[in-house]
Structure formats: C-alpha cells, structure tokens
C-alpha cells in the first residue's frame, strides 16, 4: 500500500523509470546514452539550482511585497512589461533556473502575464544570445526576429493571462487551516541545510542529510510557526496536507 502511494506521489519519476527500463531490455546502447545525457543535465541542475533558491529565499524575504506589485503587478500596466523583459532578457542560467523565481513572484503579486514576458524573454532573446546571433546570422536578421518574437510573446502573454488564473498555479492559494492535519516534507527537494532545526528544534531534526518533522499531531498555533519556516526554507521542501 505504502508502495502504490508513493507511485501516486511521483507518477512522472515513475514513467521515466520505466521507460529507462525498457530502454535497457530492448535498446542497452541507446538507454547508456540516454544515462549519459541525463547524468550530465543532473549534475548541471545540482550546481545551478541551489544558487537559484538562495536567490529566490532572498528576494523573498528582503524585497517588499509592494515592490513587487508596482513593478509586475496587474496595474503595472506598460511599466510591468518592460521590467518583465528587461529581468528575462538579463537574467543568466538555463529556462528552468527561472520557474522557481517566477513562482516567487506570482506568490508576492507580479501578473500571469508578465511572469509569461518574463519566462518567454529568459528563453528566446537574453542579450548574450542576441550578441551571438548578430554576430553568426547577422544584425538585420537577429532584429527581425527580436522585434517578431517581442510580438508573439505579447501575444502569449495576453492569452495565456486570459486563460490561466493564479487560483489554479499550485501552492499559491492559502489552505482551509481545518484541513491541515500534518507536515509534509518533500524529501526529493531537501537540500539539508538545516536552516528548519535551528529555528524551531522542537518540531524538526536532520535525519540522513534530510528535514524530518517530530510531531505527531499539528495544532493551529504550530500552524502560524511552520508557516514562517516554511517560507524561509530555501529549497521550498516543507508543506501542509
């Protein structure tokens, strides 16, 4: 039983075990250079994301909520699209390095559609790609595409605002407090930093490199407590359910 809830918990790491296991039995060549692929996208991820959810627990926590309305909110109107694209467009690291800091943002105000500018702009026009495709294709051709991509990510932004409501982005929306029963500590996500411990060492303790909560039962005045843990830990492992 404990078994099938954690295949319910982690339907996509499961699919890829079986597909890695397939691989194996049919295609041995393909499934190492596959490993091999994955491996090196692993190790990349391990070296950039822990700098990334620093950032993001920094912002949080030293940037005002304010701040953030005003600049990328839903009444930034022209302002909010241009400070989106400048952030995408100067930002550094691979597209996935900017999901948690985008959802750091929905969760302090910005708009759909900006967090759209931005994740759209962090993929297609960052300034050192732009360097480099002026300088291989050429300068007429890297500012047609720059000005049509602009254009189409408007576009998209503006759609998928339309279409996308911040109720439905996971973990933005506050919890019912009578149906939280307990801590959930997502262990994959854990860094063991051990930040939880030091601040309340009566609900948390390390484990094998890993946060565990101690208690049995959650009460409301627990609630308000983890909650400020909660957001300072910087790997976002630590939820209610």
């Given at each position: 039983?404990?078994?099938?809830?954690?295949?319910k918990k982690?339907?996509?790491?499961?699919?890829?075990?079986?597909?890695?296991?397939?691989?194996?039995?049919?295609?041995?060549?393909?499934?190492y250079?596959?490993v091999?692929?994955?491996?090196?996208?692993?190790?990349?991820?391990?070296?950039?994301?822990?700098?990334?959810?620093?950032?993001?627990?920094?912002i949080?926590?030293?940037?005002?909520?304010?701040?953030?309305?005003n600049?990328?909110?839903?009444?930034?109107?022209?302002?909010?699209?241009i400070?989106?694209?400048?952030?995408?467009?100067f930002?550094?690291?691979?597209?996935?390095?900017a999901f948690?800091?985008?959802?750091m943002?929905?969760?302090?105000?910005?708009?759909?559609s900006?967090v759209?500018?931005?994740?759209?702009?962090?993929?297609?026009?960052?300034?050192?790609?732009?360097?480099?495709?002026?300088?291989?294709?050429?300068?007429?051709?890297?500012?047609?595409?720059?000005?049509?991509?602009?254009?189409?990510?408007?576009?998209?932004?503006?759609?998928?605002?339309?279409?996308?409501k911040?109720?439905?982005?996971?973990?933005?929306?506050?919890?019912?407090?009578?149906?939280?029963?307990?801590?959930?500590?997502?262990?994959q996500?854990?860094?063991?930093?051990?930040?939880?411990e030091?601040?309340l060492?009566?609900?948390f303790?390390?484990?094998?490199?890993?946060?565990?909560?101690?208690?049995?039962?959650l009460?409301?005045?627990?609630?308000?407590?983890?909650?400020?843990?909660?957001n300072?830990?910087?790997?976002?492992?630590?939820?209610?359910?």
């Amino acid at each position: 039983m404990k078994v099938i809830d954690i295949v319910k918990k982690n339907k996509l790491l499961t699919g890829v075990f079986l597909a890695y296991a397939f691989l194996f039995i049919a295609m041995p060549d393909k499934a190492y250079l596959s490993v091999s692929n994955s491996m090196y996208y692993i190790i990349e991820m391990l070296e950039i994301m822990p700098v990334i959810f620093i950032l993001t627990s920094i912002i949080e926590a030293w940037v005002p909520k304010e701040m953030i309305i005003n600049g990328f909110g839903e009444k930034a109107g022209i302002k909010g699209s241009i400070f989106s694209f400048l952030l995408g467009s100067f930002s550094a690291g691979p597209i996935y390095a900017a999901f948690p800091i985008c959802k750091m943002l929905l969760k302090k105000g910005a708009s759909v559609s900006n967090v759209v500018i931005i994740l759209s702009a962090w993929a297609v026009i960052k300034v050192p790609m732009l360097a480099n495709e002026a300088k291989f294709l050429g300068v007429q051709f890297m500012g047609v595409r720059w000005i049509l991509t602009v254009i189409a990510i408007l576009i998209m932004s503006y759609l998928v605002a339309a279409f996308v409501k911040k109720e439905s982005v996971p973990m933005l929306q506050e919890q019912d407090l009578n149906q939280i029963t307990c801590v959930d500590i997502k262990e994959q996500y854990c860094i063991g930093c051990g930040l939880c411990e030091k601040l309340l060492p009566q609900h948390f303790e390390m484990a094998d490199k890993k946060a565990k909560w101690k208690e049995s039962i959650l009460s409301h005045e627990q609630i308000d407590r983890i909650k400020s843990i909660m957001n300072k830990c910087p790997a976002k492992a630590i939820g209610f359910r």
